[in-house]
């Protein structure tokens, strides 16, 4: 048995809502595809999480967008290749306003999404190519393709793969001891000064954050432990515990 320390994650990137995001090289190039982001909602208004299309897709646009068309805090996901697209329903709920783990991990012909590992919908997405999903040359985080419905809250990390995982229970125990293989991007937001967001996957995917914010804040890991003592996971030390279980360090054994 294990007695495991985190070291919990120092920064923020703050989106105030109104003229904040991230532009990024557009690294959402196919299908299959995984995408994590632990974030949480601070308003309640019409948003767009993130959004790699170059147009709509009515009009032959390619790529994934994470939208709050309805202003409700509750967010679909869609997928284009520039003739056929994809919706799911509103099943990414943020309107409690609190920290969230979302994952959309895509297959070929599905298309699930999980939040805060749990499975919350199933998308048929076999209509959809495989590539080129990537038209546009810039991805945006944080507003929408035409520069437009700003998101208003707080991103803690991103990760991209080019592959399906089916191991959510990995990704959401430790979020930084994360699979390497087929990690395209991953953004920490540890860099707390500065207007660059650094590609911690070694591919060269930096993006430039406009008008956002650092600050500090504890925040919670994807884990299904209870939420007190566990934060971001890039800084663990693990020693073995005689008996009782993993102590939380709170007296609180498991």
């Known amino acids: 048995l294990k007695l495991i320390r985190w070291k919990q994650k120092k920064y923020a990137l703050y989106f105030n809502g109104e003229n904040a995001y991230i532009r990024a090289p557009n690294f959402i190039t196919q299908k299959p595809f995984t995408l994590m982001i632990r974030l949480k909602l601070d308003a309640i208004?019409?948003?767009?999480?993130?959004?790699?299309?170059?147009?709509?897709?009515?009009?032959?646009?390619?790529?994934?967008?994470?939208?709050?068309?309805?202003?409700?805090?509750?967010?679909?996901?869609?997928?284009?290749?520039?003739?056929?697209?994809?919706?799911?329903?509103?099943?990414?709920?943020?309107?409690?306003?609190?920290?969230?783990?979302?994952?959309?991990?895509?297959?070929?012909?599905?298309?699930?999404?999980?939040?805060?590992?749990?499975?919350?919908?199933?998308?048929?997405?076999?209509?959809?190519?495989?590539?080129?999903?990537?038209?546009?040359?810039?991805l945006n985080i944080g507003r929408n393709f035409q520069g437009a419905n700003y998101f208003p809250g707080k991103i803690y990390y991103l990760a991209y793969w080019n592959e399906e995982i089916t191991d959510i229970d990995r990704l959401m125990a430790n979020p930084f001891a994360l699979p390497t293989t087929n990690l395209v991007c991953w953004y920490l937001f540890e860099e707390g000064v500065g207007d660059k967001v650094y590609d911690l996957s070694g591919n060269g995917n930096h993006g430039t954050a406009y008008n956002c914010e650092w600050v500090e804040d504890e925040i919670y890991a994807g884990s299904r432990f209870p939420r007190n003592r566990y934060g971001l996971l890039y800084a663990a030390e693990i020693r073995q515990l005689g008996a009782g279980g993993i102590n939380l360090g709170d007296g609180t054994l498991y």
């Open 45 to 138: 208004q019409a948003n767009e999480l993130l959004d790699s299309r170059d147009n709509f897709y009515p009009s032959g646009g390619k790529g994934l967008r994470i939208t709050d068309e309805n202003g409700d805090g509750k967010y679909a996901v869609g997928i284009g290749d520039g003739t056929a697209s994809v919706y799911s329903l509103e099943s990414i709920d943020l309107s409690d306003l609190q920290e969230h783990t979302v994952i959309i991990a895509c297959s070929s012909t599905e298309m699930k999404i999980y939040v805060d590992g749990e499975l919350v919908e199933t998308v048929d997405v076999s209509s959809i190519a495989d590539s080129p999903l990537n038209a546009a040359t810039y």
